[in-house]
């Protein structure tokens, strides 16, 4: 993949806009803490598209990986990505891909449709999100299908369709300015 100099650019700020907010977490009775990492990287994927949104996130995910505390609670180290909730994490990679891809279909029409569209693709990235994070919590845990959905999934989806809702709300007043700095591929 070639990326122009302000694709670079556009890249390396969405990637800093996750590291700056994805820290900030309310913790909660189980290991998975509220976070606002998957408000950012759904505004990655439809802002920069699926290649360059996955590529934000990736490097959000090499940054923490290295030691900068990045992850929830300020966390950082390859032993959060490895550890109990890592496939969340990692589950940030399809979050941001079917966003973008998803919205990068629809983005052209108009109304109810391409916001339709936006929550589409959130919804299919969450899905997954969701699949590989608890599948990789169950592994590591050893806990049930049903404990491990109540510890992990049902708490955190009031606040992920709000984050959704925001995102529809943000990102037709934001990809104008995105649209003139990046062509999508």
């Known amino acids: 993949m070639k990326l122009t100099v302000k694709e670079m650019a556009l890249t390396g700020v969405m990637a800093a806009l996750?590291?700056?907010v994805a820290p900030l977490a309310i913790p909660l009775s189980t290991e998975v803490?509220?976070?606002l990492a998957t408000l950012a990287v759904m505004l990655n994927g439809a802002l920069?598209?699926?290649k360059m949104g996955t590529l934000s996130v990736m490097i959000y995910i090499i940054l923490g990986m290295i030691g900068i505390p990045v992850f929830a609670g300020y966390s950082a180290g390859a032993g959060v990505v490895f550890g109990m909730t890592g496939?969340?994490?990692?589950?940030y990679l399809p979050l941001a891909y079917f966003t973008g891809w998803v919205y990068?279909?629809?983005?052209?029409?108009k109304g109810y449709k391409q916001y339709a569209g936006l929550a589409a693709g959130m919804l299919t990235?969450?899905?997954i999100l969701y699949f590989i994070g608890t599948i990789w919590f169950m592994k590591f845990t050893g806990m049930e299908l049903m404990p491990s959905l109540a510890a992990c999934v049902?708490?955190?989806?009031?606040?992920?369709?709000l984050k959704m809702a925001v995102v529809c709300v943000l990102v037709p007043r934001l990809e104008n300015a995105v649209m003139h700095t990046v062509k999508y591929a």
């Open 87 to 91: 496939g969340y994490i990692l589950g």
């Open 18 to 20: 996750l590291a700056v």
């Open 154 to 161: 049902f708490p955190f989806l009031p606040g992920d369709f």
């Open 48 to 50: 920069l598209g699926k």
């Open 104 to 109: 990068e279909q629809c983005r052209s029409a």
């Open 125 to 127: 990235g969450n899905a």
């Open 33 to 35: 803490p509220i976070s």
